[in-house]
C-alpha cells in the first residue's frame, strides 16, 4: 500500500509556504488535487474557468485555462485573488485535469460530443512550457494519455476506488510509474454523481462517510462527486519531485 500522509483541513500550510516550489493546478475544481499537491511540498496556484468558493489552495485565477496558458506563453502575467502576479517561469510544474465528461463512460454517448476534447490542446500547451507536467483523467480517457500511471483508493487505504490514469513527463521524458495493484477485496463507498453505477450494490451514503471515504472535509457534496482524492497527487507530486531535482 502506497503512504498517503493526507492532511485535509484548511490549516495553514506552514510559516515556509511563500518559499516552496510552485505549483499551476489549471482546471483546478474545489482543490482535491491542489491539497495533495501542497502536501507534496508545492505552493499552488489554482484555475478554473468558474468562481471556485471552496477551494483549498494558496491562491486561484478564474479564467479560460487555455487562455490562461496562451498568456503566459506570450511572456505575459496572471494575476491572482491576492493580487500577486505570476509569469510562466515562476512556476516548477503545471499539472491539468481538463474535464472529463468527453471520456466518461457515464456520460450518454449522445451528449459526449457536446463536451470539448480538451486533452489534445492541454498537453500541446503544457509541452511549449518546457516544464515537467502532470495529466489526469478519467478510466475513458487513457487512450489519449502518454503512458498513464493509475491510481486507486485502495493503494492508499482510501474508502473509495475511483481509478485516475496520470500523464506524467519530467521536463525530459514521460515518466513510467510502478505502482502496487487494487485490492478491491471490499466494497467501496460511492462517491459519485452518478449513483446507479453498474456494477455497485446500490448505496446512498452520507457526506460524513463520502469524506472520510475520499479523504476531503472542505467541500459540498457535488464538488466531492467530481474531485481526485489528494492522496493520488500527493504520491504524483513527490514522484515528480524527485524525478525533476
Known amino acids: 500500500m502506497l503512504n498517503a500522509g493526507v492532511i485535509t483541513s484548511k490549516e495553514n500550510q506552514g510559516a515556509g509556504s511563500q518559499n516552496r516550489p510552485l505549483l499551476l493546478d489549471l482546471y483546478c475544481g474545489a482543490g482535491g488535487a491542489s491539497r495533495g499537491y501542497q502536501n507534496a511540498g508545492f505552493r499552488v496556484i489554482g484555475n478554473d474557468i468558474k468562481e471556485q468558493p471552496h477551494y483549498i489552495g494558496d491562491d486561484f485565477i478564474m479564467m479560460d485555462a487555455l487562455q490562461l496558458m496562451a498568456r503566459l506563453l506570450d511572456g505575459r502575467s496572471i494575476t491572482g485573488h491576492g493580487g500577486q502576479s505570476y509569469k510562466l517561469d515562476d512556476f516548477r510544474i503545471i499539472a491539468a485535469s481538463p474535464p472529463c465528461q468527453r471520456y466518461s463512460w457515464e456520460t450518454p454517448e449522445d451528449y459526449k460530443s457536446s463536451h470539448p476534447d480538451l486533452i489534445g490542446p492541454t498537453r500541446e500547451a503544457l509541452i511549449a512550457t518546457g516544464r515537467p507536467y502532470i495529466i489526469e483523467n478519467v478510466a475513458g480517457a487513457r487512450g489519449k494519455l ?24 519530467d521536463g525530459a521524458k514521460h515518466l513510467l510509474l510502478l505502482t502496487p495493484p487494487c485490492n478491491h477485496s471490499n466494497v467501496p463507498i460511492l462517491v459519485t454523481g452518478t449513483p446507479r453505477r453498474k456494477g455497485y450494490p446500490r ?43
Open 146 to 169: 502518454i503512458f498513464p500511471a493509475m491510481l486507486c483508493g485502495s493503494m492508499f487505504g482510501l474508502g473509495v476506488w475511483r481509478h485516475r490514469y496520470f500523464e506524467v513527463f
Open 203 to 245: 448505496q446512498d451514503p452520507s457526506k460524513c462517510q463520502k469524506e472520510h471515504a475520499i479523504g476531503i472535509d472542505w467541500m459540498i457534496t457535488t464538488e466531492l462527486d467530481q474531485a481526485i482524492p489528494p492522496a493520488y497527487t500527493e504520491w504524483l507530486g513527490r514522484r515528480i519531485l524527485e524525478a525533476a531535482s
